[in-house]
């Protein structure tokens, strides 16, 4: 028997649901910065407040303060971007789940339970894009918490949205997931997923490149 069972949500496990959201993606945020820190984008205006302080002070231990000032408000940006999505998430789908997930046509929300508690999520839904409804249903909030992961936890619940999509008549899923989720682009990528586009639909898709897969 597996260590775990997927099943329906249940009204019971709101709060646990909007915990486990928002702690994996609160996860993305040291990801995110380095990311950002390895993009041109970023290293030149660091260098180039680097460089200009050290101009117009001559002070090399000046210039390296700024430059560590600079960083730390880069970290502090890059993890309120992540927070704000958060925030935006709890305030919008994850608000009314039942409405959302269960009440909506062809929507429906799954957690993974394991020794009694739930320890992972997902959802489908329709597309935002008008263009895919009808032919295609979104996989949304999917996630693990940390100890639980390396189970084949969100393998299943992923094979549980493709059947659910399956099922009612579509031919595609669609999901989005940002360049830093590396673990979740290949389990996506292992099971056929393939990358359609690269869209920036936020400030903080910007940094990231948000990655849309369809199966």
Not at 55 to 62: E, K, N, Q, R, Y
Not at 78 to 89: E, F, G, M, N, P
Not at 128 to 153: D, T, Y
Request: net charge positive; glycine share 6%.
């Amino acid at each position: 028997m597996a260590p775990y069972r997927v099943r329906q949500y249940e009204d019971g496990d709101y709060e646990r649901v909007r915990a486990i959201f928002a702690q994996g993606i609160t996860e993305h945020a040291p990801a995110s910065y380095i990311h950002m820190l390895k993009r041109p984008q970023a290293q030149l205006p660091f260098l180039g407040l680097f460089l200009a302080v050290l101009a117009a002070s001559g002070s090399l231990l000046v210039s390296l303060v700024a430059l560590l000032l600079a960083l730390a408000g880069g970290w502090l940006y890059i993890r309120s971007l992540w927070a704000d999505y958060v925030q935006q998430s709890l305030r919008s789908d994850l608000l009314h789940i039942r409405r959302t997930y269960l009440e909506a046509a062809d929507s429906c929300l799954w957690v993974a339970e394991a020794e009694g508690a739930v320890v992972g999520m997902v959802g489908a839904i329709l597309p935002e894009n008008p263009s895919e409804r009808g032919r295609a249903l979104e996989l949304k909030r999917m996630s693990v918490r940390r100890e639980h992961r390396g189970r084949g936890i969100a393998r299943e619940l992923c094979r549980t949205v493709v059947r659910f999509a399956q099922e009612r008549g579509y031919g595609a899923v669609v999901l989005s997931t940002s360049m830093v989720q590396y673990s979740a682009q290949q389990l996506y990528e292992s099971m056929g997923f393939q990358r359609v586009s690269e869209r920036s639909p936020s400030r903080l898709a910007s940094f990231l490149h948000f990655a849309w897969l369809v199966k």
